[in-house]
């Protein structure tokens, strides 16, 4: 049986898998979050990079205890300003730079892991086959003291390299992935997203596809009210999504896939018309797709 990440000490292993977490004022959840990463049953090397996003409660004094027990495993980063307030999506630009696994999970400060197998079966699908490029499940939701057991936020099926691209839904403390990212500047149309984990997906698509894993026990999302989208207004929700689609959009145009670029605005009214007094028919073809673009280099 192998033993749990809290037990191990490692030197100059080669790092299989960095989990990249972001926290901000999450004292409350954030001491759960990091027992679940420590209790990973692994037989390779884990590293953890928490970034605590100025946090004005007691969040940066749990995590750098952790950081003090654990030197081996948890690598902390504390900014100085809440850069997510100034427009800038921290894990573009100070996590994933930081990131050097071959593989990266993702889990928030104030979400929890409960299978401590979930990155061995990851790990192991992941390095099975060469065109699988991303591993994901099922979470259930926690509002306060209720359990919400049948909770869908996500794909519950393999993805395509096109849906990757398109930017599908997909629980994202539940992923694991390919580390595509190790030596390479964040994109600029994606590093300032109002939603950063879509347009990660939408960068794996060029990698391969995605595969749904239903033996993987459910992770834990929290929903609260300083959560990022959890207790957000529905329209303002609408908004940054559409936001993250056009972002996708300038990227894959950018990068030569015409199609892709135009399903991604294609959806844009989906989010958009259901806002108040904002109606677009098909923003397709109200505007050439040109122009729309142009809008992104200004």
């Known amino acids: 049986m192998n033993e749990p990440l809290r037990n191990k000490i490692f030197s100059d292993e080669e790092i299989k898998i960095s989990i990249c977490c972001i ?3 999450h ?5 759960k979050c ?3 990463f420590l209790e990973q049953e ?3 090397r884990v590293e953890i ?11 940066s004094k749990i995590v750098k205890q952790f950081a003090e027990k654990y030197p081996s495993i948890i690598q902390p980063i504390f900014s100085e300003k809440n850069q997510f307030s100034l427009g800038v999506n921290p894990y573009y630009a100070y996590v994933f730079p930081k990131a050097r696994g071959k593989y990266i999970a993702i889990c928030d400060g104030d979400d929890f892991w409960s299978d401590k197998r979930k990155l061995s079966i990851q790990y192991e699908e992941l390095d099975r086959d060469p ?3 991303i591993t994901y499940g099922r979470t259930r939701a926690i509002k306060a003291d209720k359990v919400i057991e049948n909770f869908k936020s996500g794909a519950e099926k393999n993805l395509t390299s096109e849906d990757l691209m398109l930017g599908v839904g997909i629980n994202t ?3 694991c992935f390919r580390n595509v990212f190790k030596d390479k500047k964040p994109p600029k149309f994606l590093r300032n997203s109002p939603i950063g984990d879509i347009t990660v997906w939408g960068i794996l698509g060029y990698y391969g596809y995605g595969k749904f894993l239903p033996n993987l026990k459910k992770t834990n999302y929290r929903i609260h009210e300083d959560g990022i989208l959890s207790l957000v207004n529905k329209e303002k929700a609408n908004l940054m999504t559409a936001l993250a689609q056009l972002s996708l959009a300038a990227y894959h145009y950018e990068n030569g896939k015409i199609n892709e670029s135009q399903k991604c605005i294609v959806r844009v009214p989906k989010y958009l018309n259901v806002i108040k007094k ?6 397709g073809y109200l505007r050439p797709f040109r122009s729309i673009i142009r809008l992104f280099q200004k």
């Open 34 to 36: 990091i027992e679940g």
């Open 27 to 31: 004292e409350k959840f954030i001491e």
């Open 23 to 25: 926290t901000y004022n």
């Open 49 to 59: 990079i928490i970034y605590d996003d100025a946090s004005t409660d007691q969040t």
């Open 173 to 175: 403390l539940t992923t």
């Open 278 to 283: 904002i109606y677009l028919f098909n923003l």
């Open 42 to 44: 692994c037989n390779f």
């Open 131 to 133: 065109n699988l490029v």
